[in-house]
């Protein structure tokens, strides 16, 4: 079993906040904060798609180079 979530070559962390009662994570192997949050699995994974995605974009309107997740963090 895998405890990351994968979406165009970037992966994230599944994390459970008893406090705050929802799901969170970041993409791992990349510099930038890319976090998200959801209520259900279903929703995290569309907020971190949302998250990558919004980050590619930022980065295209920029003119700059996104990161690429390590090779480590990779899920094959």
């Known amino acids: 079993m895998n405890d990351l979530l994968s ?3 970037y992966n994230g962390t599944v994390e459970y906040s008893k406090e705050d009662a929802c799901l969170f994570g970041k993409a791992v ?9 959801g209520n ?4 995290l994974e ?15 309107e920029r003119n700059v180079q996104p990161e690429q997740p390590h090779k480590e963090t990779a899920i094959k």
Do not use: M, N, P
Not at 29 to 37: A, D, Q, R
């Open 29 to 37: 192997g990349v510099k930038s904060l890319l976090s998200y949050e």
């Open 46 to 60: 569309r907020a971190f798609q949302t998250v990558i995605e919004d980050y590619l974009a930022d980065c295209q």
């Open 40 to 43: 259900s699995i279903q929703e």
């Open 7 to 9: 979406y165009k070559h």
